[in-house]
């Protein structure tokens, strides 16, 4: 029998070293990739880990500390200077920024397996083969977010507890007590110091040492000693020096914190039913609460408990805390994954051994039983019900009060059941034979596990496949520093920036669609030119205070600029006549690292009446020429002016947008017009028309355009309109039959009358994506205008 044990142990410990190697690669591999959008309902997954190392980052860049309104995070300074070591260190950038998270997060499962060992090996291995598979933890360990750090510490805290209650009972070891003690006070106080969220862990651990206190008081004392230095050196050093921000920052969370109906707010709590691949175990995890939570006279069994019963405390009470906060989005409740995870491997062990050797958890008290009831109605209600409760309505909450009296009601069915039923049940299993019994649990809980392997394994996979490696270094995304801007970085489907009164960001339709359907993003900002923003950001060149702006954009009264360190602006050729007739100009982008994009717009004269030429628009890569081309135009002009404009120049998001018969979607930072009639064939003709409109920003507009993309029919009718006074008193007919359904078409007008809005109007399949409107004076043409130029040459302008 000792061969096959040692073999079953040796492919334990493969396959624990085998999920390692894949949590490692998927913690440090691509860690300048987005993370799946599907994580968290708030755009805070995206822009929180760059905001909240502001501090840091201006520190190591401007020698200076950045303590703005909003994005310094002072009631995080443990983790404001760790980053600032690492800047210091490794520069400043993305991967830099990601690294302590995605490394703590690693160090974490280790510290999972020692917590554990004592208590119950196997349920030491099984909680570290969780944790290297489970697909949000990992996600949100390389997220560079503060949480990862804050695991770290709770887990650091909870071992080194564990290792003082031992270390006590052992003369050869009962030196290394208040040591162990004192350290974890210091790892207790460095998660408060790295989150103050996490004030309900400190909580738990001082309640837990005073009620179950280790067998030399002193321990205790040492560890509350240690407590007391930490929180008076943070009053006394750190608080005076930022009082006037730390008290409005903490009036306004508590004022966002503390509702006036706080049983509705505790009611509607999520738990976790959005964190997908963590259902199942955040159940188990709280039905194994009774098996931890209990009072022992035995000092040998509350030292190997209590690592156990504060994990199991830390999950029960952090919940519940987190539960009467308004403002939770979903990455606050990631301290208490690992928490879950150990408890459900706790749990599944304990089952294990009850269903190989039933007669252990016969003597099963009644406080317990109760306890275990409440746990198991508390999560079937807020794990089971509210998912289904939630799809069955559409995502339309019923009153809470269906939620919880069904629930109760499921519960108290289940528990009549067990009365009547459970002791025929419990004798039916003992009377099997030991290898009936040990064969059952084999195939139950390695089938359980092989399952929730493989759903964790291939959302990871299908991650690392798709992950895409576009999110610059935040040392080439510093913002002006006199309008308090800096960007947090970009990627294909983000770009943030950050500024002192919020988080400000752009962002395509695409992963996060939903949240801004739903009004989660934090503030929204429709960029003009903002497919110009999302060309800009694969590869944007530095940022440095007195940058040429690429782009101005200006929401809620506030106006930010897309700058870039000595961008080398467009070099034009001369303009060239072509023998078939038109024109050409040859244009060169002679930055090494920023794509730019033009416009080339003609304007054509005679008879004292203009009219456009029509519009070539181009990027242009890093080092890169391309050639515009303008036809020659159908009727003789005395003269046709030639302007080369950026394309930022573009209106931003169309004010009092009334798309009728439309379904509103946000794309590539401007309002996307589907024209879908509801339960209707998109190629069914439609009747009536869809409007799109925005207020002049100009008084006398001179050159009026848009730009639009879309799958549209030749025969559809697609019209520009001018409205002054409620009529229209110019309109120009698009060229359906040149919309393409990914490339923007650029059409450009001259203004006829004195318009004060502009209308995009179809009639027809009307699947019409619109990128902006434009609307310029002569005067500021000129001034935008890269290159100018007239035929015949030298024409005054």
Known sequence: ???????????????????????????FGHLRADNPGDLDDSAGLVFDGPSKCHSARTRVLFGQWRTDEWTPYLHSPLHTLLMTGVFKLLGVGFVQMRLPGALASFLSLGLLFLILRPYHRGAAWLAVIIGAVNHVFLMYGRSGLLEPLLIFFMLAAIWMLGCGYRAELDPRTVRRAPWCFALAALAASA????????????????????LQPPARKRNTWIFMAVLALVAAAYLGLFVPANRQFLARESSHWIGRALEPDLWRTWARQPFFADMRHAHGMLILAFLSVPFCVRRTTSAEERARLAPVTL????????????????????????????????????????????????SPLDRFKWPRWLLGWCMGAYAFMFGV??????????????????????????????????????????????TRTPRLRLATVLVVFGGLLLVYVRENMDANLFWTHRAVNAMCDISRMLGRDYRDAVFAGTSPNFLVMENRHRALKVTPYGTNAR????????????????????????????????????ERMETSGYVHDLCAVDLRPLESGSLQQEPGGGWSLDVRNPDPHSPQSACLVAIAEAGGRRRCLGADDQKLRPLSSRRFQMAAPEKPADRIEFYLVPRHVWASEPENADGRNAKRLHDAGAWNMQAWRLKRSSRAPASEESFLETAMGEKEPFLIGVRVSGVVDPADEIRLEEIQD????????????????????????VAEGA?????????????????????????????????????????PL
């Open 385 to 430: 019900m509210q998912p289904i409760q939630a799809g069955l309505a559409q995502e339309k909450r019923l009153p809470h009060g269906w939620r919880l009296a069904l629930g109760a009601v499921v519960v108290l069915a289940i528990m009549v059941f067990w009365r009547l039923a459970g002791a025929r049940i419990r004798e039916g299993w003992a």
């Open 515 to 550: 949240n801004m359907r739903r009004g989660l993003v934090t503030h929204l900002m429709l960029a003009p030119g903002a497919a110009g923003i999302e060309e800009v950001s694969g590869n944007f060149t530095g940022m440095k205070p007195n940058a040429p702006a690429l």
């Open 726 to 749: 409620g009529r229209v008193v110019g309109r120009h007919i698009l060229p359906a039959a040149r919309v393409q359904p990914d490339v923007y078409l650029t059409f450009t007008a």
């Open 1 to 27: 029998m000792g061969i096959p044990r040692r073999w079953g142990r040796i492919g334990l410990v493969l396959l624990v070293a085998a999920l390692l190697v894949h949590a490692a690669v998927v913690l």
């Open 191 to 210: 998660a408060f110091l790295t989150k103050a969220i996490s004030s309900y862990f400190v909580i738990v651990v001082a309640a837990y040492l005073w």
């Open 755 to 795: 318009p004060d809005r502009l209308r995009l109007a179809w009639r027809g399949r009307a699947e019409l994506r619109v990128n902006g409107f434009l609307a310029l004076s002569r005067d500021k043409l000129k001034r935008a205008a890269l290159w100018r130029g007239t035929w015949p040459e030298n024409a």
């Open 311 to 358: 994990l199991a405390l830390a999950l029960l009470v952090g919940s519940q805390f987190l539960a009467v906060v308004h403002y939770r989005p979903l990455r606050y409740y990631l301290p208490l994954v690992p928490c879950a995870m150990a408890l459900a491997a706790v749990a599944v062990a304990r089952l294990a051994a009850w269903g190989v050797n039933p």
